[in-house]
């Protein structure tokens, strides 16, 4: 019997030290825990805030209303551009509209299918573009017939003349994108669309002479 009750105290006090030790470790842990997982919770919050603000998939008033605005500009310039294959004299002119229609046409996909992931109602191609004629460099119904009912170097200097603004305006467009929108996809093609245009708008007033 005094062995066994040896023994059963010798194994009591050994529990009793392990429980000590668990203890001090966890009371230890959670004054330091508590201060590492202070920090993580005030790094986590900081870091998901700061997620959408840059992610491309973040959006703010400004993208959609880049996207709206610069889809019915992009479709104007795109039927400015098909006039070219039959009217234009200069094959420079040719070649230039033919560049237009290849970059703005698939940046109007692009924009539609943001406008259709935001839920924001998108302009339909072929629509009337005299609701957007206040738009920076939009051409009005009466600049659009008249470039229509031209031929020859006539139409290229026509052409020229008025894509010349047409591109100033998207590129304020663009500019006021870049400074102000928040979607990473609108803002890198808006950038595209400054650098793109500017030197479209450069090479147009080298061929009317004016650079």
Do not use: Y
Request: one cysteine or more; glycine letters at 12%.
């Amino acid at each position: 019997m005094t062995i066994r009750t040896f023994t059963r105290r010798a194994a009591l006090a050994t529990a009793a030290v392990a429980s000590a030790l668990v203890l001090a470790a966890c009371g230890g842990g959670d004054g330091d825990g508590a201060g590492h997982t202070g920090h993580g919770t005030d790094a986590g919050p900081s870091a998901s805030a700061a997620g959408p603000s840059t992610s491309a998939g973040a959006h703010n008033a400004q993208d959609v209303a880049f996207a709206q605005g610069m889809i019915p500009h992009h479709q104007q310039a795109l039927e400015m551009a098909r006039l070219a294959t039959d009217r234009a004299a200069s094959p420079q002119v040719k070649d230039l509209a033919s560049r237009i229609e290849k970059a703005q046409d698939p940046e109007i996909r692009t924009m539609t299918g943001w406008l259709k992931a935001w839920g924001e109602q998108s302009p339909m191609p072929g629509m009337d573009h005299s609701g957007h004629s206040g738009m920076p460099g939009m051409m009005s119904g009466d600049d659009m017939a008249a470039l229509e009912k031209s031929t020859g170097k006539a139409f290229d200097t026509k052409f020229l003349s008025l894509m010349v603004e047409h591109h100033q305006g998207a590129v304020a467009m663009a500019t006021t994108e870049k400074e102000k929108g928040r979607h990473g996809g609108a803002k890198a093609m808006a950038d595209d669309i400054v650098t793109a245009q500017n030197a479209e708008i450069k090479e147009m007033k080298q061929l009317l002479g004016e650079e």
